[in-house]
């Protein structure tokens, strides 16, 4: 007869590696410390990888791109209270730009934290996380474990894909169960991401209108990328004919050298095309909200796929709303324009004209000569993308105002999801991160330019990257300040400018600290160089590219969302 202490019992660690592997789970990112050191030992030494990253913002960014880039969540693991804040950052990040990932945290004992007794790092994380994330939930109790993993995952990829935030209670994480009992909780679960099929009238509807149009633009957005449904996409495009223009994480879903792609000529196709089918954008900021200036003061007639019911009028009427994921809207589509005539020649003839006047008047500055030390966005980027251009399937991380502005423009994407940039939010603090986690999850090389104050947020990374050496070629766009780095200090007194940086900085330092390779480039020729030699040797190298500190324009091409003082006192 056996008694309790012969039954054999799993622990919490067992049971979440467990469910973590079961729902496909092979990397975490995040920092250890109390009270996960040991379950991050575990998770390694039953095969897990782990990336530790040295603040957890950046690990959050770094889960949030591989969710992105692989439609499975990428998974961050932080400590309480601060650490738990620091990932929510980048978990909130992940939910306002439509990317799966999970936050995992360890938290403070219930009992305490619920009456505020003060225990170590004591907070009430799952409401601290509810508003900032697609769905919240706690773990209480270890035999839970695997349908809350699985309800994480299936939150964090089905509809609209986001952050879930999985707090694990002290009291769980403490917990044990018989092995038996814990075998027959464990399970795979079933097609997480389902299909999900637009209405034919629906799509009936929006081929109608698609027909009916003279003058009709794609505009594809990061949820087309997301989507991975990139052969059916260039068909409808080539099919049909029909011009498209990619949002900025969109770019290379079709090559931005496409005959049909209109990125050149964005202020002329906005404001006159009549008809446009959106797919995987949302008519936010970045689209002028779907109307005045930006779209010429009309109301234009828009089909929208998008897999979020409520996405369709939220901010201006929609015409055809097509509501279902896009791999089956757009088939859905093919099928009901099959032996629709192409677009209008006049229309695309306008719209060539337009790219080829942009493209002709922006070459000349790509090729400028400056004094070493003195480049500028132009002829820095214009020998950034000839080095580019032979190394498509290279993952471009790009933030900044100016650097982002000028790389978006100048450097060309030839493939689907590989560039990755500062997102719906326009923020800076996703580099590093998001480089980490595009070089884990596709093994290739990954390039970032990043403006000098961009780099700052993430910019203790560089240990991380050489501790796991990984491909990455980090470049900092140095001219020594935000938007520029000649400010002076309006008050007039010595202290610096409030946009201002230590004057000839030398960032390629940093990463010779650790052991990476570090170069200081003074022409555009030095830094091409050095970015084909980072490509080709895969050594984590940050390269301190030196610019005119009168490089740069206040906020970039969004100046019109700054304020200025209205009076003077
Ligand atoms: C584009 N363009 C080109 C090319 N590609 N010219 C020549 N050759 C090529 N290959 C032209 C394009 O037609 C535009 O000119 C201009 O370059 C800029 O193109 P872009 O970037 O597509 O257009 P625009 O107007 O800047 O787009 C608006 C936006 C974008 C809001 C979508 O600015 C954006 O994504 N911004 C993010 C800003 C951000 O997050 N900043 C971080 C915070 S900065 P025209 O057609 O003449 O207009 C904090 O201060
Ligand atoms: P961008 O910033 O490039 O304009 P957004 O992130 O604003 O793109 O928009 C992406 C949109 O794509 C979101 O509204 C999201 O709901 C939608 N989306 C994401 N994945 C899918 C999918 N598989 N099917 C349909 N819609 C999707
Ligand atoms: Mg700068």
């Known amino acids: ?28 990112y995040g920092i250890p410390g109390i009270p996960v050191t040991a379950l991050i030992r575990s998770w390694q030494a039953e095969g897990g990888k782990w990336y530790g990253f040295r603040h957890e913002t950046n690990a959050a960014m770094a889960a949030g791109v591989a969710g992105y880039l692989t439609g499975k969540p990428g998974v961050c693991l932080t400590t309480p209270a601060p650490g738990f804040l620091n990932g929510l950052a980048g978990a909130a990040n992940a939910t306002t730009n439509g990317w799966p990932m999970i936050l995992l945290s360890g938290a403070a004992g219930r009992r305490n934290t619920d009456l505020q007794q003060g225990a170590f790092e004591e ?13 919240a939930y706690r773990i209480n109790h270890i035999s839970d474990i695997p349908i809350a993993v699985a309800r994480a995952v299936r939150t964090a990829v089905s509809g609209r894909p986001g952050a879930v935030y999985l707090d694990l209670s002290h009291e769980m994480l403490t917990g044990t169960m018989p092995a038996a009992a814990a075998e027959a909780l464990l399970f795979t679960p079933v097609d997480p991401t389902p ?20 003058k009709p633009l794609i505009l594809l957005g990061k949820g087309a990328a997301y989507a991975q449904a990139d052969a059916d996409i260039k068909a409808l495009v080539e099919d049909t004919g029909i011009p498209f223009l990619p949002m900025s994480m969109a770019k290379g879903l079709l090559p931005d050298n496409h005959p049909q792609c209109a990125g050149p000529a964005r202020s002329y196709v906005l404001p006159e095309c009549d008809v446009v089918l959106i797919v995987g954008a949302r008519l936010n900021w970045l689209l002028g909200n779907g109307k005045g200036n930006t779209w010429g003061n009309q109301l234009k007639k828009f089909i929208q796929i998008d897999i979020l019911p409520q996405e369709i009028d939220s901010n201006v009427p929609i015409a055809a709303p097509l509501v279902g994921d896009i791999a089956s809207c757009i088939a859905a589509l093919r099928e009901a324009l099959k032996g629709m005539p192409k ?14 006047a942009s493209k002709e008047k922006l070459a000349p500055t790509l090729k400028v000569e400056t004094p070493p030390g003195m480049m500028n966005y132009r002829n820095s980027l214009g020998a950034l993308r000839d080095v580019l251009a032979k190394y498509p399937s290279v993952t471009l991380v790009n933030e900044g105002a100016n650097a982002l502005d000028n790389t978006r423009m100048i450097v060309d994407q030839y493939q689907p999801r590989k560039r990755i940039d500062s997102g719906t ?21 990954v390039v970032a330019v990043e403006g000098d104050s961009a780099f700052g947020f993430s910019g203790m990374e560089v240990e991380t990257m050489v501790r796991y050496n990984l491909p990455i070629c980090v470049i900092v766009m140095n001219n020594g300040g935000i938007y520029k780095g000649n400010e002076t200090n309006a008050g007039g007194y010595d202290d610096p400018s409030p946009t201002s940086f230590a004057p000839g900085s030398r960032y390629d330092k940093m990463i010779e600290a650790f052991g990476g390779v570090g170069v200081n480039a003074q022409t555009p020729a030095e830094l091409a160089a050095a970015v084909e030699e980072a490509i080709k040797s895969r050594k984590p190298t940050l390269i301190n590219a030196c610019l005119d500190p009168d490089a740069g324009v206040e906020s970039g091409r969004i100046a019109g969302l700054n304020i200025e003082r209205k009076k003077k006192k």
């Open 343 to 356: 677009a209008d020649a006049a229309w695309m003839g306008g719209i060539a004209e337009r790219v080829n």
């Open 425 to 445: 939010w326009g923020i800076m603090g996703i580099g590093m991160g998001a480089c980490i986690g595009a070089a884990v999850v596709t093994g290739e090389p």
């Open 1 to 28: 007869m056996s008694n309790e202490t012969e039954v054999e019992l799993v622990d919490a660690f067992y049971m979440l590696i467990e469910s973590l592997k079961n729902n496909g789970i092979e990397n975490v």
């Open 195 to 214: 299909k999900q099929l637009p209405d034919p009238a629906a799509v009936k509807r929006a081929a109608d209108l698609l027909k009916g149009a003279k």
């Open 123 to 135: 907070m009430d994380q799952l409401n601290a996380a509810r508003p900032h994330v697609k769905a």
